[in-house]
């Protein structure tokens, strides 16, 4: 009786096989020897997706080259196929589970992972009815957490609905891909506009999102209005209060007119004290991390890429410091709450301040079965490592690792007390109110003290009391609207979450517990490179634009809601996260998206005809596209910037190339100016010799051959 262990790759493979007793390894798996498993256990893996949807072409060869005409394509059976670099791990794979009694589907615990498993299983054509299928479900690849799910093992049928939904997502992304993109790439080529331009279920509305926003700014037109601000001197101490109930006012009239109704002037006048409040408040610590809240917060405090976060997460789960990484909820259960306790003092360690810990019963706001579903938030594993280990990680898996700590600190923290003061002053009959804060008990925020940006504390007040006479200087300072603030890609990925519903406040987030996202916790991290990749995304100092190129294929996608609207791809999730919970079939669902596909074939060619912002744009991408490629003009020649090279175009002879780098070094403007102009540069620094060794010399343009002159 032969028992197979399918992972995902080699690195859980090798996680699994660390986990048990003896083993042995082969060409493409391991053989496994240990009281926990069967004799005659096997650990295979793939190298992620071994088998892929199969491009158009392999259906038919006409569809090797895009023509209107093709379109619409819908396959009447779906083609899979593997990869030519990975046929040979897939024959080891098939041979096993060929041989197997038993199958554990052991492929990372998500949608993705019985995609990934069932897929190689059905593409190597064995019986799986006469198999008996096991599912190994864990949150961590500790070995403690290994065995335990062994010992566990559920059954793998019972997955089976997941993996249709994560296919039914995969084929539709497929469909709207091949008919979208041909069928927009080509409209637009007829426009006049080069380039392919692709369209993608989720990457589509993700990036008319970052559209939208760009408008509002370049569109926003500020408007001035006035505020009236009283500046209170009392115990000869000063503080800002503004006009209570607040209001802005549009022109100095109305101001005038509300003053005189008051029965206040601008500058300095008598005020009285007519009310103080004192609350005593509390603030819980934030709450645990789902992936996309783990990316958000990051991306603010160290400007790291989505998907770099994800990248450094999976590192440090790989690692077995933090549990699993793609998860959307923010939640753990009692399990792991009574571990992260009997760990506290390891914990502390690593934690520079020491600081009190005394919440040791589990917090609703923090622990709660009932809403973990596939995977708990993302915490610190039981395996803690030492400062040595800690030093040994990436600055981003640092940095990381440290904000996941303090965050699951904090939950067995005190609550952050303050004492939040009111004051009213009366001023004529207008009131000022004055709100400040005096923190009585650190609690959590210790935890942060590195962090004060994330702190907004407000003002601390004087002493006053009721009826106390003071001195008011009135104040009209003239402002400005301001515009939206342009996404970051933090900001991103909570609107992706969100379905477009920007919200920043925690809370605000957390009462939006049903709402469907815009990809998973599992892609959006990608989908934002993808469009990076693409050049419809460009990234400055953190901030989030649309490219000229991005900018065009929005214009032309614009008349298509569903191509665009978050809400509408947010029901789709949810229509395929039905799949999942057998509500729905594939079959129901991909015939939707035909219709979809079918529409869009019919109506964008007419929408596209004539379109007057189209051409517009089109002409203005053209000339940005000539003014990006011109680098530099000399009276010798004029220089051409490639993504890899120059262009070198003389005004007499012919056209050849330089290197954007030589012997490690940048070569700048200043350099290829000299090199074009007087055939060589003055003396440069930074070059380095093969073995690393940095040296510096004159570059030498001998015709076209570049070379260096050390005279």
Same mark, same amino acid.
């Given at each position: 009786m032969t028992t197979v262990i399918l992972a995902e790759k080699p690195s859980q493979a090798r996680s699994y096989v660390e986990a048990f007793q003896r083993s042995t390894k082969k060409q493409g798996y391991y +053989? +496994?020897?240990d009281s926990l498993l069967p004799p005659d256990t096997v650990i295979t893996f793939g190298f992620g997706h071994l088998v892929e949807l199969a491009a158009p072409e392999v259906y038919d060869a006409k569809y090797k080259h895009w023509s209107l005409s093709n379109l619409p394509i819908f396959p009447a059976h779906y083609q899979f196929i593997v990869p030519t670099d990975k046929k040979a791990q897939f024959k080891i794979v098939k041979e096993w589970l060929s041989k197997a009694d038993t199958i554990v589907v052991a492929t990372d615990s998500d949608r993705e992972g019985e995609n990934i498993a069932w897929s190689i299983m059905n593409q190597a054509k064995i019986n799986l009815k006469q198999k008996t299928i096991k599912r190994l479900w864990i949150n961590s690849l500790e070995k403690d957490a290994i065995r335990s799910g062994f010992k566990a093992l559920k059954d793998g049928w019972a997955f089976y609905p997941k993996y249709q939904e994560a296919q039914t997502r995969q084929i539709s992304d497929w469909l709207i891909g091949m008919n979208g993109s041909p069928l927009y790439t080509l409209l637009l080529r007829q426009n006049g506009v080069r380039g392919v331009y692709s369209i993608g279920r989720v990457q589509t509305p993700t990036l008319y999102m970052v559209y939208q926003r760009d408008q509002a700014i370049k569109n926003f037109k500020p408007e001035p209005y006035f505020e009236l601000n009283a500046e209170i001197l009392a115990n000869q101490q000063k503080f800002v209060a503004k006009l209570d109930p607040y209001q802005r006012f549009k022109d100095e009239a109305g101001l005038m007119t509300f003053m005189q109704a008051k029965h206040v002037q601008k500058g300095s006048q008598g005020g009285l004290i007519k009310d103080v409040q004192k609350q005593a408040k509390k603030s819980a610590s934030p709450r645990l991390f789902s992936l996309s809240a783990l990316q958000t917060m990051i991306n603010r405090r160290y400007h790291a890429s989505a998907a770099d976060v #994800? &990248?450094? =997460?999976?590192?440090? @789960?790989?690692? &077995? @410091?933090?549990?699993?990484? %793609?998860?959307? *909820?923010?939640?753990? !259960?009692?399990?792991?709450? !009574?571990?992260? %306790?009997?760990? #506290?003092?390891r914990y502390q360690k690593l934690v520079s301040k020491e600081i009190a810990l005394p919440q040791i019963e589990p917090q609703s706001r923090y622990v709660n079965g009932k809403k973990v579903q596939e995977h708990h938030a993302i915490i610190m594993t &039981? !395996? =803690?490592p030492s400062q040595e280990q800690l030093a040994k990680l990436s600055k981003l898996e640092q940095q990381v690792y440290d904000l996941v700590l303090r965050t699951t600190l904090a939950m067995f923290a005190d609550p952050y007390e303050y004492e939040e003061t009111t004051i009213i002053t009366q001023v004529g009959d207008a009131n000022f109110k004055a709100t400040g804060k005096v923190p009585t008990k650190q609690g959590w925020q210790a935890l942060f003290d590195d962090h004060k940006a994330d702190q907004q504390e407000a003002a601390t007040l004087p002493l =006053?009391?009721?009826g106390d006479q003071v001195q008011a200087n009135l104040q009209t300072p003239q402002k400005e609207t301001t515009p939206p603030v342009p996404f970051t890609e933090g900001t991103l990925i909570t609107a992706m979450k969100t379905a477009g519903k920007t919200l920043d406040d925690e809370e605000a987030q957390a009462i939006l517990k049903d709402v469907q996202g815009i990809g998973t916790s599992a892609t959006r991290a990608n989908i934002l490179e993808i469009l990076k990749k693409r050049g419809y995304l460009v990234t400055e100092k953190n901030k989030l634009h649309v490219s000229e190129a991005g900018i065009t294929l929005c214009k032309a996608v614009e008349l298509e809601p569903l191509?665009? *609207?978050?809400?509408? !791809?947010?029901k789709w999730e949810q229509a395929l996260q039905q799949i999942g919970t057998e509500e729905r079939t594939p079959d129901n669902f991909l015939s939707q998206i035909k219709k979809f596909v079918a529409k869009l074939i019919a109506d964008v060619p007419t929408q596209l005809t004539g379109n007057a912002a189209i051409k517009q744009q089109i002409n203005h991408q053209q000339q940005a596209q000539k003014s990006d490629e011109v680098f530099l003009e000399t009276p010798q020649a004029t220089v051409l910037n490639k993504q890899k090279f120059y262009i070198v175009k003389p005004k007499q002879g012919e056209s050849f190339t330089l290197p954007k780098k030589w012997s490690s070094k940048t070569l700048g403007k200043t350099a290829i100016k000299a090199l074009v102009t007087k055939g060589e540069t003055s003396k440069l620094k930074g070059f380095k010799s093969k073995k690393g060794k940095a040296f510096a010399a004159k570059l030498k343009l001998d015709g076209h051959k570049l070379s260096f002159d050390f005279d």
């Open positions: +053989i +496994i020897n #994800l &990248k450094a =997460v999976q590192a440090l @789960y790989e690692a &077995k @410091y933090l549990s699993y990484p %793609r998860t959307d *909820s923010q939640y753990i !259960t009692d399990q792991e709450f !009574t571990y992260l %306790r009997q760990n #506290l003092a &039981k !395996t =803690v =006053v009391h009721q191509l665009t *609207s978050p809400e509408m !791809t947010a």
